[in-house]
């Protein structure tokens, strides 16, 4: 997507990953320099991964904790993240489990924690910008 400039053409875009694409942060340590080495179309293309995974929101269902999560946590405002069950696809006892561990962990801090389950849903989805 910003090999063709569309985070520069639409900075106000909103763009929710589901899913659990927090995975990219385990992988940006190789995407960034990789994108930064590698010609596209006869020249380098001036593109900060980092700073691509920071404009977006993420949703850290599926079991993101403790890897993802904290990965994701070193480059991602706390405010980007959104607590999706996956709920009817995961089984109930699997989404208690994965609110359970986010929780319980750690890595959060109890606002940051409320923020992930509530507050940054109702910010992002009902934002009057």
Same mark, same amino acid.
């Given at each position: 997507?910003?090999?063709?400039?569309?985070?520069?053409?639409?900075?106000?875009?909103?763009?929710?990953?589901?899913?659990?694409?927090?995975?990219?942060?385990?992988?940006?340590?190789?995407?960034?320099?990789?994108?930064?080495?590698?010609?596209?179309?006869?020249?380098?293309?001036?593109?900060?991964?980092?700073?691509?995974?920071?404009?977006?929101?993420?949703? *850290?269902?599926?079991?993101?904790?403790?890897?993802?999560?904290?990965?994701?946590?070193?480059? *991602?405002?706390?405010?980007?993240?959104?607590?999706?069950?996956?709920?009817?696809?995961?089984?109930?006892?699997?989404?208690?489990?994965?609110?359970?561990?986010? +929780?319980?962990?750690?890595?959060?801090?109890?606002?940051?924690? +409320?923020?992930?389950?509530?507050?940054?849903?109702?910010?992002?989805?009902?934002?009057?910008?």
């Amino acid at each position: 997507m910003e090999l063709k400039g569309i985070f520069k053409r639409f900075p106000k875009n909103q763009i929710y990953c589901t899913s659990c694409w927090a995975f990219l942060s385990l992988l940006v340590d190789r995407l960034d320099p990789f994108l930064k080495a590698i010609p596209i179309n006869g020249s380098k293309p001036r593109i900060d991964m980092y700073a691509i995974l920071r404009h977006l929101y993420y949703d *850290v269902a599926g079991f993101s904790i403790p890897r993802q999560l904290g990965a994701l946590l070193d480059i *991602v405002d706390p405010h980007h993240l959104l607590y999706g069950s996956d709920y009817h696809y995961t089984p109930t006892f699997g989404c208690e489990a994965l609110a359970g561990q986010l +929780n319980s962990t750690r890595l959060l801090s109890d606002r940051e924690r +409320n923020d992930i389950f509530y507050n940054n849903a109702d910010r992002l989805f009902n934002s009057r910008d």
